[in-house]
């Protein structure tokens, strides 16, 4: 158990992390989203007694997870925004890393917490803040911004090509009474453009729209990837598992600028993926992409 719940989380790719950012045995790593702490218990427990790693996470509740989940003293915490990555470690003055992981995925944990705001199902919240105690809640937006401004966010970020009526829908209903949770939300856009098919949840893209918005999600990972050029070593690697074509966008452009340098080198073209096992047993995997590259 951890925290008084049943430990369910799957890290992504867990096998391909490993394999590919720990090189050295002995080296300083980053986990830049260490949210339940998957991904750096396995790091941890390849590093020898020189070894280290920086566990990171912008969500307080996801570093107390992740401190009760990993033992191990070659590990330490720090509550902190990845897009405030230079300054972070500015201050650190720690020696450069050999290898830096971002998991640009949201945990399970938050979807699990009505409170949050974040499944279609929390019938008490449209939050959706990754830290609770900062920025603008997605029941902010939905409740508050004009038809034009939901139109483009929808459209932007969520590639929701039923962009309108869907907007249209809320700034109706909102009118009447505010909308105030995650189910009340998703039977909106599910009355507005008809139930799921193929599986997918019609309020997906629009929930996914949300939650960059209210945590500037792509702002942030530029912003990060950007901040820790300094701080690689030679031979040192950067990896990123995302999850939509809007993150894996940035991802793949700033990289190939990297490459473009000479001071860098992809260490495989084409990103790695789940394997079929992997998403059976772990679905969340299926939309999964990850990308490294070298420090020459």
Known sequence: MVGNREVIHRPVLLKEVVENLVTDPKGRYLDATVGEGGHSVEISRKLSPGGELLAMDWDPGMIALARERIGSPRVRFLQANFKDL??????????????????????????????RGFSFYSATSLDMRINPQIGISAGQIVNEWPLDQLVDIFRKFGEEKRAVPIARAIVERRKVRPISSGVDLSLLIENCVGRKRAGVHPATKV??????????????????????????KSGGRVGVISFHSLEDRIVKHIFRAWVKTGEW????????????????????SRSAKFRVVERI
Not at 207 to 232: C, K, P
Not at 273 to 278: K, L, R, T, V
């Open 86 to 115: 230079k300054q972070t470690l500015d201050r650190e003055k720690g020696k450069l890393f050999t290898g830096i992981i971002f998991d640009l995925g949201i945990s399970s944990y938050h979807y699990e917490r009505e409170e």
């Open 207 to 232: 929930f996914m729209a949300l939650r960059i918005v209210v945590n500037r999600e792509l702002d942030n990972l530029t912003d990060g990837l950007e901040g820790i050029l300094s701080w690689v």
């Open 265 to 284: 080198q992809w260490v495989f073209r084409t990103p790695l993926q789940a394997s079929a096992q992997e998403i059976q047993c772990n679905p969340r």
